[in-house]
């Protein structure tokens, strides 16, 4: 590997086993500086009717399910979109979570007054007969447990799992200064990413269930110790389950704190430490973020950092501070807008917005094939000819109904059996072909002699007019 942990016999053990360890010195952070919401930021926490979020939601439709566990989860969460077109997640809790409406409102009225960018804020809620949900901002790119256990294109760089933690840990100090310092089951699916891919905070974990009292849903090889003697949760308890999420970003895998203790003391790091990692850190980067995540998962609580100390110590191993999240995550341009920017004709294809092409079309200065209505009337008198006419008829009827399948259908039997080559039709079932999600047959009928022609000739009217 590209790190040996030289250093780790003296960072993760020993005098701090016994003695409570050398306490990390504060952070002197302004949290307004670090915590501030934009002037764009979130609204007010609102209540929302039953019938708007079953609107937001298609019925609570089991397309929109997003939550861990699907529909078979106690809590189902959902993905929605109100009425302005904001994007919405939707905690539905089970019936008999909160019997009590008015407890359920004051808990999230609480947590809906808390605006921070590094979470993923509660936006509203909803408290009508027995159901009870919640109402947060959308993130759109997954949870950290995808990106980090179930990668597809590339593993999570180290810079960026440095960013995670950061991010989680203002985050919790956020929350604490704020009187909110109980965050119940942190795990990698409470962390998400939004659209620009920056980690989040989910703010569901700051609400507790009042009917079973549960915590913690994930196994009980995870769960803080004094957990399992009192059944509690505690600050201190939070901070262990902190630990074990550096644990995750460390390894790539989730690995049961215990077990992870076990291999420090016996230093065999390089079964800890995720192998698409090798050269991207040093020793000493590799050393502070082990005895950090060791100090974490102290047995004993009060030997736990708090929120604060954890930004202290993260904030010196930060990495790449000034590239994008986006970036660090394998994406070049997180909505493609800034590396390809838009003409009119491609915003109105983005939209399929038909009524706009047609305009666009028509400024500048692109009409049917002249001649071909003259051509095809002398050519009615045969069966052949008709047949031909009709399909293409059939194929601009459909196109303009946004009947994609049935126009491509119609072009095409105008195409084989017609006589006479069109730039409109093989420009027309392009269109279709685009909109019907088959990119290599637009292409192809956009790369016709002709209908190539016409595109690089509309393509230079609509940049000339753009110009004037």
Same mark, same amino acid.
């Given at each position: 590997?590209?790190?040996?942990?030289?250093?780790?016999?003296?960072?993760?053990?020993?005098?701090?086993?016994?003695?409570?360890?050398?306490?990390?010195?504060?952070?002197?952070?302004?949290?307004?500086?670090?915590?501030?919401?934009?002037?764009?930021?979130?609204?007010?926490?609102?209540?929302?009717?039953?019938?708007?979020?079953?609107?937001?939601?298609?019925?609570?439709?089991?397309?929109?399910?997003?939550?861990?566990?699907?529909?078979?989860?106690?809590?189902?969460?959902?993905?929605?979109?109100?009425?302005?077109?904001?994007?919405?997640?939707?905690?539905?809790?089970?019936?008999?979570?909160?019997?009590?409406?008015?407890?359920?409102?004051?808990?999230?009225?609480?947590?809906?007054?808390?605006?921070s960018p590094k979470l993923a804020n509660l936006l509203g809620c909803c408290?009508?007969?027995?159901?009870?949900?919640?109402?947060?901002?959308?993130?759109?790119?997954?949870?950290?447990?995808?990106?980090?256990?179930?990668?597809?294109?590339?593993?999570?760089?180290?810079?960026?799992?440095?960013?995670?933690?950061?991010?989680?840990?203002?985050?919790?100090?956020?929350?604490?200064?704020?009187?909110?310092?109980?965050?119940?089951?942190?795990?990698?699916?409470?962390?998400?990413?939004?659209?620009?891919? +920056? #980690? &989040?905070?989910?703010?569901?974990? /700051?609400?507790?269930?009042?009917? @079973?009292?549960?915590?913690? =849903?994930?196994? %009980?090889?995870?769960?803080?110790?004094?957990?399992?003697?009192?059944?509690?949760?505690?600050?201190?308890?939070?901070?262990?389950?902190?630990?074990?999420?550096?644990?995750?970003?460390?390894?790539?895998?989730?690995?049961?704190?215990?077990?992870?203790?076990?291999?420090?003391?016996?230093?065999?790091?390089?079964?800890?430490?995720?192998?698409?990692?090798?050269?991207?850190?040093?020793?000493d980067e590799g050393t502070e973020l082990v005895r950090l995540a060791s100090?974490?998962?102290?047995?004993?609580?009060?030997?736990?950092? +708090? #929120? &604060?100390?954890?930004?202290?110590? /993260?904030?010196?191993?930060?990495? @790449?501070?000034?590239?994008? =999240?986006?970036? %660090?995550?394998?994406?070049?341009?997180?909505?493609?807008?800034?590396?390809?920017?838009?003409?009119?004709?491609?915003?109105?294809?983005?939209?399929?917005?038909?009524?706009?092409?047609?305009?666009?079309?028509?400024?500048?200065?692109?009409?049917?094939?002249?001649?071909?209505?003259?051509?095809?009337?002398?050519?009615?008198?045969?069966?052949?000819?008709?047949?031909?006419?009709?399909?293409?008829?059939?194929?601009?009827?459909?196109?303009?109904?946004?009947?994609?399948?049935?126009?491509?259908?119609?072009?095409?039997?105008?195409?084989?059996?017609?006589?006479?080559?069109?730039?409109?039709?093989?420009?027309?079932?392009?269109?279709?072909?685009?909109?019907?999600?088959?990119?290599?047959?637009?292409?192809?009928?956009?790369m016709q002699n002709d209908a190539q022609v016409a595109l690089k000739e509309?393509?230079?009217?609509?940049?000339?007019?753009?110009?004037?």
């Open positions: 590997m590209g790190c040996k942990f030289s250093k780790y016999s003296t960072c993760c053990w020993g005098s701090e086993q016994g003695g409570g360890g050398v306490q990390v010195p504060e952070a002197n952070i302004d949290e307004n500086e670090n915590n501030n919401v934009e002037d764009n930021g979130p609204p007010s926490f609102r209540e929302y009717t039953v019938d708007q979020l079953r609107k937001a939601t298609s019925g609570f439709a089991v397309d929109n399910i997003v939550s861990e566990h699907g529909e078979k989860a106690p809590n189902v969460v959902f993905k929605g979109k109100l009425e302005n077109q904001t994007r919405i997640t939707i905690k539905r809790f089970n019936k008999s979570a909160w019997p009590d409406a008015h407890q359920f409102l004051e808990e999230a009225k609480a947590v809906g007054q808390l605006r408290s009508e007969g027995d159901e009870r949900l919640l109402v947060s901002e959308y993130m759109s790119n997954d949870t950290l447990a995808k990106h980090l256990f179930h990668w597809e294109t590339q593993p999570m760089k180290w810079a960026m799992r440095l960013r995670v933690a950061l991010h989680l840990a203002q985050a919790l100090e956020y929350c604490t200064n704020k009187g909110r310092a109980l965050y119940h089951d942190l795990n990698a699916y409470r962390v998400l990413f939004d659209d620009d891919f +920056n #980690p &989040k905070l989910s703010c569901f974990g /700051l609400m507790k269930n009042s009917r @079973d009292g549960k915590s913690y =849903s994930t196994n %009980l090889a995870f769960t803080p110790p004094e957990y399992l003697r009192t059944g509690r949760v505690t600050p201190e308890s939070v901070t262990y389950s902190f630990g074990t999420l550096l644990l995750d970003l460390l390894s790539g895998k989730h690995i049961p704190p215990s077990h992870a203790l076990d291999l420090i003391r016996d230093r065999n790091l390089e079964s800890l430490t995720d192998s698409c990692l090798e050269g991207q850190f040093s020793d100090r974490c998962l102290q047995s004993e609580p009060r030997e736990r950092p +708090n #929120p &604060k100390s954890l930004v202290t110590a /993260l904030i010196p191993l930060q990495k @790449d501070s000034e590239v994008p =999240s986006h970036v %660090l995550m394998g994406i070049p341009d997180a909505d493609g807008s800034a590396a390809f920017p838009l003409t009119p004709l491609g915003e109105a294809c983005l939209r399929r917005d038909l009524t706009s092409l047609h305009e666009v079309l028509e400024k500048i200065g692109y009409k049917d094939d002249e001649g071909a209505a003259t051509e095809l009337s002398f050519q009615m008198w045969t069966n052949q000819m008709q047949q031909t006419l009709d399909s293409k008829k059939k194929g601009d009827a459909a196109f303009r109904q946004k009947d994609f399948k049935n126009a491509i259908d119609g072009y095409t039997q105008f195409i084989e059996v017609g006589s006479m080559t069109s730039p409109t039709i093989f420009a027309r079932r392009s269109l279709s072909y685009l909109f019907s999600n088959m990119p290599n047959e637009a292409l192809g009928d956009a509309g393509s230079s009217l609509e940049t000339n007019k753009s110009t004037n």
